[in-house]
């Protein structure tokens, strides 16, 4: 095989900056996603998720209040843990152990420190548990979020302006970036699946957070 032929088979698939590159397919047509959003799957090997999700199972997980609505998905705050009604980041217990390892490696696709991302949190979808349209509360800065035992679909959409919906599927395994317009500019939002489901996210404080916390 060529080096040419073998870069292709190996080129993990990635989407930056409206530039898509697809696993043994340099010519991929995939929708031209918003700048600053980036994606790889295969993030986690089956082990690495399976050892996170046994993790998991022992969480205690707290209801999801938004101004006097109770959401269906349920979340474990570490770090810091947001405040709807006052809508501030305030610190709560330390992130543990078991996240430690892959918050690194999360820190690494986003070329921070990882001391950098501030919060981590659990999301649990059970089925028929959607995310309405929003961006991240304006405290935190970079988002990232890792998928598990299921399969979802994100969607995009200009924010306060009209705009053509995009979508890309999250596969299990996988990661993902906001950072930039994608973060700013555009909303997003995940609908219901017929199968249960979590999410790893964590999250940069913005500079001005940073100091109001400290």
Same mark, same amino acid.
């Given at each position: 095989m060529s080096s040419a032929g073998r870069h292709a088979a190996t080129c993990r698939f990635k989407l930056q900056s409206n530039t898509v590159v697809g696993q043994g397919n340099l010519f991929s047509t995939e929708p031209v996603l918003p700048e600053g959003f980036v994606y790889q799957p295969n993030f986690l090997s089956s082990k690495e998720e399976a050892d996170l999700l046994r993790n998991i199972e022992h969480e205690t997980f707290d209801a999801f209040d938004f101004q006097g609505y109770r959401a269906k998905r349920r979340r474990v705050e570490y770090g810091l843990e947001y405040? !709807? =009604?006052?809508?501030?980041?305030? %610190?709560?217990?330390?992130? %543990?152990? #078991?996240? !430690?390892?892959?918050?690194?490696?999360?820190?690494? !696709?986003?070329?921070?420190?990882?001391? /950098?991302?501030? /919060?981590? &949190?659990?999301? /649990?979808?059970?089925?028929?548990?959607?995310?309405?349209?929003?961006?991240?509360? +304006?405290? !935190?800065?970079?988002?990232?979020?890792? =998928?598990? &035992?299921?399969?979802?679909? @994100?969607? #995009?959409? %200009?924010?306060?302006? +009209?705009?053509?919906?995009? =979508?890309?599927?999250?596969? +299990?395994? =996988?990661?993902? @970036? &906001?950072?930039?317009?994608?973060?700013?500019?555009?909303?997003?939002?995940i609908p219901a699946q017929d199968s249960l489901r979590y999410s790893i996210t964590f999250r940069t404080l913005r500079e001005k957070q940073q100091k109001q916390i400290a």
């Open positions: 405040d !709807f =009604s006052r809508r501030r980041a305030n %610190p709560t217990k330390p992130l %543990p152990q #078991f996240l !430690f390892a892959v918050r690194q490696r999360a820190a690494e !696709f986003a070329h921070i420190a990882a001391d /950098e991302l501030a /919060e981590g &949190l659990i999301l /649990e979808y059970p089925p028929g548990a959607p995310i309405g349209w929003h961006r991240d509360a +304006p405290q !935190f800065g970079i988002v990232i979020g890792i =998928s598990l &035992l299921a399969a979802a679909r @994100m969607r #995009f959409k %200009p924010y306060n302006k +009209p705009g053509k919906i995009i =979508s890309v599927k999250l596969q +299990p395994r =996988s990661i993902y @970036m &906001l950072q930039g317009a994608v973060r700013w500019q555009w909303q997003h939002s």
